[in-house]
């Protein structure tokens, strides 16, 4: 029994580093950083991460919502200490910047930024909100009011 139990083991640890993930799945943080637009940078200067893009339209009568089907891509998170990586490279500028300073926001893009024509990639001020917080943790408490309530 143990040797089937130790057989079993081995062989299972063989299939599942021997697999390899299909183009289709995302399985680890690895994945998503080499994923990311220009992915020196964003590991350097911030973090990668999957940019969602959808529309949403409110029809008021009837009263609906409706979204779009969401389009999902590679993307980077900028830290705000070092948005003059964006600005030495003339992507933003001194007025986008202190339009987003003043929201206490930072800068996000999709797409290569190391090319000029601004066709190839999109930089957009982000808000960040903590409000969703991550249910896979245990929560502890009962405030249900986010701080992020209080800036608007």
């Given at each position: 029994m143990g040797a089937i139990f130790v057989?079993?083991?081995?062989?299972g640890i063989f299939f599942s580093s021997a697999t390899t993930s299909d183009l289709?799945?995302?399985a680890t943080r690895y994945d998503i950083d080499r994923s990311?637009?220009?992915p020196e940078i964003c590991v350097q200067y911030g973090a990668s991460a999957i940019a969602v893009d959808l529309r949403a339209f409110v029809t008021l009568s009837?009263?609906?919502v409706h979204v779009s089907q969401p389009r999902m891509q590679p993307g980077c998170v900028i830290r705000s200490s070092n948005?003059?990586?964006l600005q030495s490279r003339n992507l933003?500028?001194?007025?986008?910047?202190?339009?987003c300073r003043n929201r206490m926001n930072t800068f996000g893009f999709t797409g290569d930024i190391?090319?000029?024509?601004?066709?190839?990639h999109q930089i957009d001020c982000l808000y960040q909100n903590n409000a969703a917080s991550n249910l896979f943790l245990p929560q502890?408490?009962?405030d249900s009011t986010a701080p992020e309530v209080n800036r608007f």
């Open positions: 057989a079993g083991l081995g062989l289709g799945s995302v990311a637009p220009n009837p009263f609906a948005w003059s990586i933003v500028t001194s007025e986008d910047v202190n339009q190391e090319k000029r024509d601004a066709a190839s502890t408490g009962n």
